[in-house]
C-alpha cells in the first residue's frame, strides 16, 4: 500500500473545496486500488490544500493522476490551481 500527499496551492480555498471534495468523492468511487481520499486545509498556510490518499500500488495513483476521473474534474479545479507536489510513501 502507498500514501500519497498531494501538496497544492490554490487562489481561493473555499472556491477550490466543493470542486476538491467532489473530486475526492468521485475517484473513490470509480478509481481502481483508490481506498481512501481526504481533503485537508491548513489555515496557517494561505492557498494550501492538501490530498492524503491510500492507494494499493504506486501503479494505482499513477493511473489516477492520468485517468478519466481527473480528467472529468479538472476544468473545475484549475482555475484555481497555482502548484502541486506529490509525497509518495510506502506503507512498511
Do not use: C, W
Not at 494505482?60 to 502548484?83: E, M
Amino acid at each position: 500500500m502507498v500514501v500519497v500527499i498531494n501538496d497544492d496551492r490554490v487562489t481561493d480555498v473555499e472556491a477550490y473545496l466543493p470542486h476538491a471534495k467532489a473530486f475526492a468523492q468521485d475517484a473513490v468511487e470509480h478509481d481502481k486500488g483508490l481506498l481512501s481520499m481526504e481533503v485537508l486545509t491548513d489555515p496557517s498556510v494561505p492557498g494550501r490544500v492538501l490530498y492524503l490518499s491510500h492507494f494499493e500500488t504506486e501503479e494505482d495513483f499513477r493511473a489516477h493522476a492520468a485517468g478519466a476521473t481527473f480528467q472529468k474534474h479538472l476544468p473545475d479545479l484549475a482555475p484555481y490551481f497555482i502548484s502541486a507536489q506529490d509525497t509518495i510513501l510506502t506503507v512498511v
